[in-house]
């Protein structure tokens, strides 16, 4: 799964689940890296999709839920 800027995910940061946006997308040697800038305004920068060896990653199966319900209740 790969997200573009502007999309809206839901991101865990050491151990809080925040909502946030993504402001760049890169691609490193260790693959694609995002920087995000949470719900709280915090920017984090190299985040990764699902791995949860990492304290800040996106969690896609939580970001597809939440999009699913927000297109639902509209």
């Known amino acids: 799964m790969e997200f573009t800027t502007g999309s809206i995910i839901i991101l865990s940061a050491f151990k809080k689940v925040k909502v946030g946006e993504i402001l ?4 490193s040697k260790n ?12 920017v984090y920068e190299n985040i990764c999709i699902d791995v949860k060896k990492s304290n800040v990653f996106i969690h ?6 939440f999009l699913k319900s927000n ?3 509209k």
């Open 31 to 42: 693959g694609i890296v995002y920087m995000v800038k949470a719900e709280d305004g915090k």
């Open 60 to 65: 896609s199966s939580f970001t597809n839920s």
């Open 71 to 73: 297109e639902n209740g």
């Open 24 to 27: 760049e997308k890169t691609i």
